[in-house]
Nanobody, 124 residues
């Protein structure tokens, strides 16, 4: 089992920044990839970014590329999402997730464990 706890959400004006954190515990040695997804009201959950737990390769959705940065600190078993130049369309509940070995990382079906989510609201 892997437990994930997100933090760092909140309300910010357009153009502002937030940093989300996701602390992992339990069988963290089994993590292959960790990712961030988001779900806006009335919309499906969508991929935001992912990072390979060993090696650190990163992947981004086109909608956030150049504005968001994903990173991880293996010593702290924590993943981060630095979000800059935020837009109202970034408003959503953000979830972190852990993938234990599936190659495809941009679909939520590939992830085995999920956090509870943290709300990000960007006002115009």
């Amino acid at each position: 089992q892997v437990q994930l706890v997100e933090s760092g959400g909140g309300l910010v004006q357009a153009g502002g920044s937030l940093r989300l954190s996701c602390a992992a515990s339990g069988r963290t040695f089994s993590i292959y990839t960790m990712g961030w997804f988001r779900q806006a009201p009335g919309k499906e959950r969508e991929f935001v970014a992912a990072v390979r737990w060993s090696g650190g390769s990163t992947y981004y959705a086109d909608s956030v590329k150049g504005r968001f940065t994903i990173s991880r600190d293996n010593a702290k078993n924590t993943m981060y999402l630095q979000m800059n130049s935020l837009k109202p369309e970034d408003t959503a509940v953000y979830y972190c997730a852990a993938n234990l070995g599936k190659v495809v990382i941009t679909t939520d079906r590939s992830y085995d464990y999920w956090g509870q989510g943290t709300q990000v609201t960007v006002s115009s």
